[in-house]
DNA sequence: TAATTTTCCTGACATTGGTCAGATAATTTC
DNA sequence: GAAATTATCTGACCAATGTCAGGAAAATTA
């Protein structure tokens, strides 16, 4: 038979079903049924409101309090009131809840390891699983407004600045551009979210104050993750933002060897104007009235 | 969070399994549970065996004997002894089991098909579905004698000559090479073998009867295939049947513009010598006494 | 030919998972 | 402050799955 598209996808599915079927089958070992295990993995990666388990495992009410309850007896978790609403309930792990967690973060990671050890080119598959995990999950997407100078926002920064090098003629060096102070992309100034699919950063952007006006700073979109109106979205909150802190007026830099940026603010209503400031790298000025 | 390599693993496998999930409820849709569906899809898909099938889903033998009564009492199949052996049975689909399995595979296909359509680079997305595939299923990959001129063959072999007509600074034209009579690589002269995961023809290679000596034709392996051995288990393969049909002489030829292959034949215990014959591609010429 | 092995079937049973109808307590709305 | 709403828990129940011991029939081996 000669492999069609849709054959190609579905042998990709039938694959990675039958490979999660037995790392499922290895959380057996620990002795407890999958149901709990997942639980008790949920709570382990910080969600700790019964209600957000709820949603994230997708469980009825029964039987995720059941689930609980069987963990709380082995001593894994101990569950009390939420301050702030007490008929919702977190969920905390104990010392030996954490043991266990960990013990299961192991059984992932050895095996997340091996896969990597035993292929030739890890770094083509790890982009492959990037990009699938990006298209498979581009509903799962989630933008968070952190400091400019947190881990994952200085991660995005770094890829950023590295793909600013390889693209521009005269490559890219942060000390020579205008790097806006990391305060004034910082409430009430301005603000810096970043995107993340599951957790992974994929993309992010800034808006840095200037009094009476703001300045989109920063916009980067992973390649894995491009395509999907990531840049759009992001757009969208900053110019949200921008009203919420009381500008009227935005204005951005970019430059010609971008075209698809250029494209792009076209695309949402921004006007070319003359250079506004006499950072070396920016050749192209946009400026837009909300 | 940074990123890391385990991390990226670990969200790619997270937003899988999500996914999966949720196909998986879809069949549900059908008044079926998963387990039947997933014999009716096994017998489908050509597992015909009692036996082979249990092997396949991976059930007990008293479960998988209660499902397939089961999808009988529905009339979707009958099972029958096996001619060859009456303690082994073989399950066969009704018409009406067809037109289930069939229902079955469209919602399939929809669903990949939407993802296809929903993604701006499908090009990207399936390369990278192809690799990852690879890599889980290496060992699930399965070699199989077949005509030259099959269609699986005959899709292999277009790869490889597009693949050599980009390597190759000469260009590579079918009909200029010695292009074999396909006559001459099926048993007792030849053989011709194709490699398949899950179905999915990923390599091929040769073997071309020239009554007292053989000659290795039209080695290839898919690139996302690249790095699991396949090559080297191929030239066993390929070695084995050349002694099962009698050869002691085996000889190639290949393009210095290909370091990887000379690089495989001198690593498998080859030997350079003359040319010998007057094909315009070939500048590197081996032989090995078996 | 008798004993052993293989393959599948049957019945019994425990566990897990999924669903639903209240019960309880805290919070919000009127 | 009463009524409605929200979040969780409990108990009852059923379907699906997993497991095991043993049985019947066919094939293989001694």
Not at 39 to 66: C, P
Not at 171 to 190: C, N, W, Y
Not at 258 to 263: I, R
């Amino acid at each position: 038979m000669r492999p069609t598209d849709i054959s190609r996808i579905r042998r990709f599915h039938r694959t990675v079903t039958r490979e999660s079927g037995v790392l499922d089958q290895s959380f057996l070992g620990r002795g407890r049924p999958l149901g709990a295990a997942r639980v008790l993995n949920a709570i382990g990666r910080g969600i700790s409101e019964v209600g957000a388990i709820r949603d994230y495992l997708g469980l009825d009410s029964g039987q995720m309090s059941r689930l609980l309850r069987g963990l709380e007896d082995e001593g894994l978790l101990v569950t009390r009131p939420d301050p702030a609403d007490a008929r919702r309930r977190v969920a905390e792990l104990t010392a030996r809840g954490q043991t266990e967690f960990d013990a299961y973060e192991t059984l992932s990671n050895t095996r997340a390891q091996r896969l990597l050890c035993n292929h030739p080119n890890a770094t083509a598959l790890l982009d492959a699983m990037d990009l699938i995990a990006s298209a498979l999950g581009q509903h799962a997407i989630t933008f968070e407004e952190v400091d400019p100078r947190d881990d994952t926002a200085v991660w995005c920064l770094e890829n950023y600045y590295g793909e600013l090098a390889q693209r521009l003629r005269t490559g890219f060096e942060v000390h020579l551009s205008k790097d806006p102070e990391a305060t004034t992309m910082i409430r009430p100034q301005g603000t810096f979210y970043v995107a993340l699919s599951d957790g992974l950063p994929i993309g992010c952007c800034g808006l840095k104050g200037h009094g009476d006006w703001g300045e989109v700073k920063r916009l980067w979109v992973a390649p894995s993750a491009r395509g999907l109106k990531l840049a759009t979205r992001f757009m969208e909150r900053i110019e949200a933002t921008a009203r919420d802190l009381g500008h009227t007026v935005l204005r951005l830099d970019t430059n010609s060897q971008l075209p698809e940026a250029v494209a792009l603010y076209h695309r949402l209503g921004w006007t070319e104007i003359d250079r506004f400031n006499d950072d070396p790298y920016p050749d192209v000025f946009f400026e837009k009235h909300l």
